[in-house]
């Protein structure tokens, strides 16, 4: 089950209470919180795994093509062709776009290193083949991508999350699910150690944290009533 900004900010916010009602939690600290330590749990994971899981990645359909030409210079060569903005893109990391094609997933855009890119349009083979690169928060198409919209459908990995296109804060975080537990415990002991609070999990009455003390009670009422 996933959380979303809303849910981590109601259980951030009733632990709170238990030390105080008096405390006012903005709620733009509970985002910039999920948002900092999400990146460094990213940012970790390609430490250890060189990779970073799909289940970061979001799924955005509202990528505006822009149709009209633009040119630029990068590192001495001039870029010209169509761009779709994905600002807040997780920077750093080899392959922030897995997809970007049409709403129906069928038609896919190759993304390319810049020289390959550059390259691309030097054969009248493949020319006419729309392919793209990522240049700091652009996708960069050599020739209009072949859409009857304005807009294309992308996986990406955003490190602002929150601000990607359609996204609330009802949403779910995007985070794999096996993780969404420690980044709401790690969120919630920031906090509320910014209030001057230690964030104590043994005591933590939370629905998780009484699921997980009912499943680790379980094996020792089984072994007292095997005993009997």
Same mark, same amino acid.
């Given at each position: ?44 994971? *390609? +430490?250890? %795994? $060189? ?9 955005? #359909?509202?990528? =505006? *093509? +822009?149709? %009209? $030409? ?9 870029? #010209?062709?169509? =761009? ?145």
């Amino acid at each position: 089950m996933g959380k979303s900004i809303n849910n981590i900010s109601d259980s951030v916010r009733l632990a709170l209470h238990k030390y105080s009602d008096d405390i006012k939690l903005p709620k733009s600290l509970v985002k910039d919180k999920i948002r900092d330590i999400r990146a460094a749990i990213i940012r970790d994971e *390609i +430490e250890s %795994r $060189k990779s970073v899981s799909t289940g970061f990645y979001q799924l955005v #359909s509202c990528l =505006k *093509i +822009e149709k %009209r $030409k633009t040119e630029c210079v990068l590192h001495g060569a001039v870029l #010209s062709g169509y =761009k779709v903005n994905v600002t807040g893109i997780f920077k750093g990391i080899r392959d922030p776009v897995l997809f970007i094609g049409s709403h129906n997933l069928n038609q896919r855009y190759d993304i390319l290193e810049l020289v390959p890119f550059l390259s691309h349009g030097n054969s009248a083979h493949t020319s006419k083949i729309p392919v793209c690169t990522l240049i700091e928060e652009d996708v960069l198409f050599n020739t209009l991508p072949m859409t009857a919209g304005e807009y294309l459908t992308g996986l990406i990995l955003f490190e602002d999350f929150d601000a990607a296109c359609g996204f609330s804060d009802e949403d779910d975080i995007p985070v794999p699910r096996t993780i969404i537990y420690k980044l709401e415990m790690l969120v919630k002991k920031d906090i509320l150690a910014s209030y001057g609070y230690l964030y104590d999990p043994l005591n933590d009455n939370s629905e998780e944290q009484m699921k997980s003390k009912a499943q680790s009670q379980q094996p020792q009422t089984q072994r007292e009533n095997d005993g009997k």
